[in-house]
Protein backbone atom coordinates (compact mmCIF):
# COMPACT_ATOMS: atom_id res chain seq x y z
CA UNK A 1 0.00 0.00 0.00
CA UNK A 2 0.86 3.67 -0.32
CA UNK A 3 2.12 5.61 2.05
CA UNK A 4 1.70 9.61 3.02
CA UNK A 5 2.48 9.14 6.69
CA UNK A 6 3.21 6.05 8.85
CA UNK A 7 2.14 2.39 8.15
CA UNK A 8 -0.74 2.15 10.46
CA UNK A 9 0.29 -0.46 12.88
CA UNK A 10 2.93 2.37 13.83
CA UNK A 11 -0.13 4.81 13.47
CA UNK A 12 -2.22 3.00 16.52
CA UNK A 13 0.36 3.97 19.00
CA UNK A 14 1.36 7.22 17.76
CA UNK A 15 0.64 9.60 20.18
CA UNK A 16 1.37 12.94 18.97
CA UNK A 17 4.60 15.79 18.79
CA UNK A 18 2.66 19.12 19.92
CA UNK A 19 3.17 20.21 23.34
CA UNK A 20 0.69 20.29 26.09
CA UNK A 21 0.61 23.45 28.17
CA UNK A 22 1.50 22.55 32.29
CA UNK A 23 -1.70 24.37 32.65
CA UNK A 24 -3.97 22.83 30.17
CA UNK A 25 -6.85 21.52 32.41
CA UNK A 26 -7.27 24.62 34.32
CA UNK A 27 -7.55 26.39 31.46
CA UNK A 28 -10.40 24.54 29.98
CA UNK A 29 -12.15 23.60 33.50
CA UNK A 30 -11.88 28.10 33.94
CA UNK A 31 -13.28 28.06 30.16
CA UNK A 32 -16.11 25.88 30.92
CA UNK A 33 -17.31 28.14 34.09
CA UNK A 34 -16.97 31.20 32.04
CA UNK A 35 -19.16 29.66 29.51
CA UNK A 36 -21.68 28.27 31.51
CA UNK A 37 -21.80 31.58 32.98
CA UNK A 38 -22.91 33.46 30.04
CA UNK A 39 -26.97 34.13 29.32
CA UNK A 40 -27.15 32.64 25.98
CA UNK A 41 -30.24 33.73 25.65
CA UNK A 42 -31.48 31.53 22.66
CA UNK A 43 -34.34 32.63 20.09
CA UNK A 44 -35.76 29.52 17.44
CA UNK A 45 -36.75 32.15 14.78
CA UNK A 46 -39.70 30.33 12.07
CA UNK A 47 -37.56 30.29 8.78
CA UNK A 48 -41.34 30.16 6.83
CA UNK A 49 -40.80 27.27 4.56
CA UNK A 50 -43.58 25.25 4.84
CA UNK A 51 -42.17 21.38 5.10
CA UNK A 52 -44.61 18.22 5.33
CA UNK A 53 -42.63 16.54 7.99
CA UNK A 54 -40.02 19.26 9.29
CA UNK A 55 -40.04 22.73 10.80
CA UNK A 56 -36.99 24.95 10.11
CA UNK A 57 -35.49 27.76 12.40
CA UNK A 58 -32.71 29.93 13.03
CA UNK A 59 -30.92 29.51 16.16
CA UNK A 60 -29.16 32.44 17.81
CA UNK A 61 -27.28 32.25 20.89
CA UNK A 62 -25.34 34.45 23.22
CA UNK A 63 -21.33 32.48 23.37
CA UNK A 64 -18.39 33.57 25.11
CA UNK A 65 -17.21 37.44 24.27
CA UNK A 66 -20.86 38.43 23.87
CA UNK A 67 -21.16 37.13 20.35
CA UNK A 68 -24.47 36.51 18.35
CA UNK A 69 -23.62 32.79 17.10
CA UNK A 70 -25.59 30.91 14.62
CA UNK A 71 -27.03 27.52 14.28
CA UNK A 72 -29.39 25.98 11.60
CA UNK A 73 -32.15 23.84 13.10
CA UNK A 74 -34.34 21.55 12.02
CA UNK A 75 -36.89 19.22 14.06
CA UNK A 76 -39.54 16.79 12.76
CA UNK A 77 -42.76 18.27 12.76
CA UNK A 78 -45.38 15.22 14.26
CA UNK A 79 -43.33 13.79 16.98
CA UNK A 80 -44.92 12.53 19.77
CA UNK A 81 -41.83 11.81 21.97
CA UNK A 82 -38.50 13.50 22.47
CA UNK A 83 -36.28 12.67 19.68
CA UNK A 84 -32.59 11.80 19.11
CA UNK A 85 -30.37 15.33 18.12
CA UNK A 86 -27.27 15.58 16.68
CA UNK A 87 -25.35 19.01 16.19
CA UNK A 88 -23.54 19.10 13.17
CA UNK A 89 -20.12 21.04 12.27
CA UNK A 90 -18.76 21.81 9.26
CA UNK A 91 -15.59 22.16 7.16
CA UNK A 92 -12.99 25.22 7.34
CA UNK A 93 -14.12 28.62 5.85
CA UNK A 94 -17.26 27.26 5.03
CA UNK A 95 -20.78 27.70 6.68
CA UNK A 96 -23.35 25.12 7.87
CA UNK A 97 -25.03 23.04 5.38
CA UNK A 98 -28.18 23.62 3.44
CA UNK A 99 -31.14 23.08 4.36
CA UNK A 100 -32.05 20.56 2.05
CA UNK A 101 -28.77 18.34 3.48
CA UNK A 102 -30.07 18.68 6.89
CA UNK A 103 -33.32 16.53 6.31
CA UNK A 104 -32.36 13.35 5.85
CA UNK A 105 -31.75 13.18 9.77
CA UNK A 106 -34.97 14.37 10.39
CA UNK A 107 -36.48 11.90 8.14
CA UNK A 108 -35.02 9.29 10.62
CA UNK A 109 -36.27 11.40 13.88
CA UNK A 110 -33.71 13.69 14.34
CA UNK A 111 -33.49 16.96 15.70
CA UNK A 112 -30.62 18.83 14.16
CA UNK A 113 -28.58 22.15 14.91
CA UNK A 114 -25.93 23.31 12.19
CA UNK A 115 -23.77 25.27 13.75
CA UNK A 116 -22.12 28.15 11.80
CA UNK A 117 -18.37 28.86 12.99
CA UNK A 118 -17.64 32.68 13.78
CA UNK A 119 -16.22 34.98 11.48
CA UNK A 120 -16.41 32.19 8.42
CA UNK A 121 -18.87 31.99 5.78
CA UNK A 122 -21.97 31.87 7.58
CA UNK A 123 -24.33 33.69 9.76
CA UNK A 124 -22.09 33.92 13.33
CA UNK A 125 -20.87 37.16 14.47
CA UNK A 126 -16.97 37.32 15.60
CA UNK A 127 -16.32 39.85 17.60
CA UNK A 128 -12.56 39.88 17.20
CA UNK A 129 -10.05 42.14 19.52
CA UNK A 130 -6.98 40.43 19.65
CA UNK A 131 -3.49 41.59 19.54
CA UNK A 132 -1.02 40.56 16.71
CA UNK A 133 -1.24 38.94 13.40
CA UNK A 134 -4.76 37.29 12.09
CA UNK A 135 -3.26 37.27 8.46
CA UNK A 136 -4.30 33.77 6.46
CA UNK A 137 -6.03 32.10 8.97
CA UNK A 138 -8.09 31.16 12.20
CA UNK A 139 -5.34 28.73 13.87
CA UNK A 140 -2.97 31.59 15.12
CA UNK A 141 -5.51 33.95 15.49
CA UNK A 142 -4.56 35.55 19.26
CA UNK A 143 -0.83 33.37 19.44
CA UNK A 144 0.75 37.21 20.23
CA UNK A 145 -2.33 37.44 22.68
CA UNK A 146 -3.21 35.90 26.14
CA UNK A 147 -4.25 32.27 25.67
CA UNK A 148 -8.08 33.00 26.69
CA UNK A 149 -7.81 35.00 23.17
CA UNK A 150 -7.34 31.87 20.71
CA UNK A 151 -10.18 31.97 17.93
CA UNK A 152 -10.57 28.04 18.30
CA UNK A 153 -11.39 28.28 22.32
CA UNK A 154 -14.33 30.45 21.86
CA UNK A 155 -15.64 27.94 19.06
CA UNK A 156 -14.59 25.24 20.91
CA UNK A 157 -17.18 26.68 23.21
CA UNK A 158 -19.71 27.94 21.06
CA UNK A 159 -19.75 23.79 19.79
CA UNK A 160 -20.51 22.47 23.62
CA UNK A 161 -23.02 24.86 24.00
CA UNK A 162 -24.76 24.91 20.99
CA UNK A 163 -25.08 20.65 22.35
CA UNK A 164 -25.86 22.11 25.63
CA UNK A 165 -28.75 23.60 23.97
CA UNK A 166 -30.30 21.07 22.02
CA UNK A 167 -29.60 19.08 25.07
CA UNK A 168 -32.60 21.52 26.85
CA UNK A 169 -34.86 21.69 24.04
CA UNK A 170 -38.45 19.77 25.44
CA UNK A 171 -38.83 17.96 22.05
CA UNK A 172 -35.27 16.47 22.51
CA UNK A 173 -33.94 13.50 24.14
CA UNK A 174 -31.40 14.78 26.32
CA UNK A 175 -29.65 11.13 26.76
CA UNK A 176 -29.36 10.88 22.84
CA UNK A 177 -27.45 13.79 21.84
CA UNK A 178 -24.38 12.85 19.32
CA UNK A 179 -22.18 15.09 17.19
CA UNK A 180 -20.68 14.73 13.74
CA UNK A 181 -18.71 17.14 11.21
CA UNK A 182 -15.72 16.61 8.63
CA UNK A 183 -12.42 18.24 8.11
CA UNK A 184 -12.74 21.08 10.53
CA UNK A 185 -16.14 19.47 11.75
CA UNK A 186 -14.39 16.75 12.55
CA UNK A 187 -12.10 18.90 15.07
CA UNK A 188 -15.07 20.59 16.70
CA UNK A 189 -16.76 17.20 16.94
CA UNK A 190 -14.13 16.04 19.13
CA UNK A 191 -14.25 19.34 20.95
CA UNK A 192 -17.49 19.00 21.23
CA UNK A 193 -17.62 15.76 22.64
CA UNK A 194 -14.35 16.67 25.59
CA UNK A 195 -16.06 19.87 26.60
CA UNK A 196 -19.75 18.53 26.29
CA UNK A 197 -19.68 14.83 28.19
CA UNK A 198 -22.75 14.30 27.63
CA UNK A 199 -22.57 13.79 24.44
CA UNK A 200 -23.67 10.13 23.13
CA UNK A 201 -22.23 9.32 20.31
CA UNK A 202 -19.23 11.10 18.34
CA UNK A 203 -18.09 10.72 14.70
CA UNK A 204 -15.44 12.87 13.57
CA UNK A 205 -14.12 12.49 9.90
CA UNK A 206 -10.68 13.20 9.11
CA UNK A 207 -10.55 15.81 12.20
CA UNK A 208 -8.43 18.62 11.37
CA UNK A 209 -6.91 20.68 14.49
CA UNK A 210 -4.84 18.36 15.76
CA UNK A 211 -0.91 17.70 16.42
CA UNK A 212 0.20 20.92 14.80
CA UNK A 213 3.73 20.43 15.55
CA UNK A 214 3.36 17.40 13.21
CA UNK A 215 1.90 18.58 10.32
CA UNK A 216 4.78 21.79 10.22
CA UNK A 217 7.24 18.84 10.60
CA UNK A 218 5.96 16.67 7.66
CA UNK A 219 6.42 20.03 5.72
CA UNK A 220 2.23 20.20 5.21
CA UNK A 221 2.01 23.14 6.77
CA UNK A 222 0.08 24.31 3.27
CA UNK A 223 -3.78 24.19 2.65
CA UNK A 224 -5.55 24.07 5.51
CA UNK A 225 -2.30 24.65 8.11
CA UNK A 226 -0.32 27.15 5.65
CA UNK A 227 -1.15 29.97 8.24
CA UNK A 228 1.56 27.89 10.51
CA UNK A 229 4.09 28.63 8.05
CA UNK A 230 3.32 32.28 7.03
CA UNK A 231 2.98 32.90 10.61
CA UNK A 232 6.84 31.56 10.97
CA UNK A 233 8.05 33.32 7.46
CA UNK A 234 6.76 37.00 8.65
CA UNK A 235 6.51 37.10 12.43
CA UNK A 236 9.19 34.72 13.39
CA UNK A 237 11.33 33.75 10.38
CA UNK A 238 14.32 32.41 12.83
CA UNK A 239 12.19 30.43 14.78
CA UNK A 240 13.28 31.68 18.05
CA UNK A 241 9.63 31.47 19.24
CA UNK A 242 9.01 27.82 18.25
CA UNK A 243 8.74 26.14 21.12
CA UNK A 244 6.51 29.01 22.76
CA UNK A 245 4.15 29.19 19.84
CA UNK A 246 3.51 25.40 19.37
CA UNK A 247 2.84 24.80 23.14
CA UNK A 248 0.19 27.98 23.16
CA UNK A 249 -1.13 26.00 20.07
CA UNK A 250 -1.65 22.98 22.88
CA UNK A 251 -4.56 24.67 24.56
CA UNK A 252 -6.85 24.04 21.29
CA UNK A 253 -5.06 21.24 20.08
CA UNK A 254 -7.41 18.15 19.80
CA UNK A 255 -5.25 15.71 21.34
CA UNK A 256 -5.17 17.15 24.64
CA UNK A 257 -8.74 17.28 25.06
CA UNK A 258 -9.40 13.52 23.86
CA UNK A 259 -9.13 12.21 27.22
CA UNK A 260 -12.16 14.12 28.25
CA UNK A 261 -14.20 12.04 25.97
CA UNK A 262 -16.56 9.83 26.96
CA UNK A 263 -19.07 9.38 23.79
CA UNK A 264 -18.45 6.35 21.39
CA UNK A 265 -16.61 7.29 18.88
CA UNK A 266 -16.27 6.10 15.04
CA UNK A 267 -13.57 7.77 13.18
CA UNK A 268 -13.61 7.37 9.44
CA UNK A 269 -10.33 8.54 7.62
CA UNK A 270 -7.95 8.04 4.54
CA UNK A 271 -4.58 7.07 4.80
CA UNK A 272 -3.44 8.90 1.75
CA UNK A 273 -4.62 12.28 3.46
CA UNK A 274 -2.03 14.87 2.57
CA UNK A 275 -4.60 17.82 4.38
CA UNK A 276 -5.11 16.13 7.80
CA UNK A 277 -2.42 13.76 7.86
CA UNK A 278 -3.36 10.42 9.49
CA UNK A 279 -0.55 10.58 12.37
CA UNK A 280 -2.22 14.01 13.46
CA UNK A 281 -5.63 12.32 13.34
CA UNK A 282 -4.14 9.45 15.48
CA UNK A 283 -2.77 11.47 17.88
CA UNK A 284 -5.76 12.59 19.08
CA UNK A 285 -7.44 9.30 18.50
CA UNK A 286 -5.33 7.16 20.55
CA UNK A 287 -6.13 9.46 23.68
CA UNK A 288 -9.41 8.45 23.57
CA UNK A 289 -10.41 5.85 26.50
CA UNK A 290 -13.97 5.37 25.64
CA UNK A 291 -15.52 2.70 23.53
CA UNK A 292 -14.15 3.71 20.22
CA UNK A 293 -13.09 2.26 16.22
CA UNK A 294 -12.01 3.41 13.17
CA UNK A 295 -13.73 2.99 9.55
CA UNK A 296 -10.25 3.03 7.86
CA UNK A 297 -9.93 3.76 3.42
CA UNK A 298 -6.40 3.08 2.49
CA UNK A 299 -6.67 4.56 -0.77
CA UNK A 300 -8.30 7.77 -0.17
CA UNK A 301 -7.13 11.21 0.90
CA UNK A 302 -9.14 14.06 2.36
CA UNK A 303 -12.01 13.86 0.35
CA UNK A 304 -15.54 12.16 0.11
CA UNK A 305 -15.30 8.92 1.86
CA UNK A 306 -17.60 6.82 0.19
CA UNK A 307 -20.78 4.88 2.55
CA UNK A 308 -18.91 6.50 5.90
CA UNK A 309 -22.23 9.08 5.97
CA UNK A 310 -24.12 5.79 5.57
CA UNK A 311 -22.21 4.06 8.23
CA UNK A 312 -22.45 7.22 10.44
CA UNK A 313 -26.22 7.43 10.40
CA UNK A 314 -26.59 4.01 11.58
CA UNK A 315 -24.25 4.94 14.41
CA UNK A 316 -26.09 7.25 15.64
CA UNK A 317 -29.15 5.31 15.37
CA UNK A 318 -27.91 3.30 17.89
CA UNK A 319 -27.96 5.56 20.74
CA UNK A 320 -29.35 4.32 23.32
Keep these: MPLTDMPLEELKKYQGRNPRPDDFDEYWDTAIVEMM ?5 VELMPRGVELPNAECFDLYFTGVGGARVHAKY ?14 HFHGYSWRSEDWYDLLPWVSQGFAIAALDCRGQAGLSEDVGGVRGNTYQGHIIRGLDDSPEKLYYRSVYLDC ?9 LPEVDENRVGAAGGSQGGGLTLACAALEPRINRAAPVYPFLCDYQRVWEMDLAVDAYTELKTFFKYFDPLHKREKEIFTRLGYIDNQHLANRIKAEVLMPFGLMDTICPPSTQFAAYNKITSKKDLLIYPDFGHEGLPGAWDTILGFMLGME
Design 37 to 41: SVDAN
Design 160 to 168: AQLAGILMS
Design 74 to 87: VRPKHSDKPNPALA
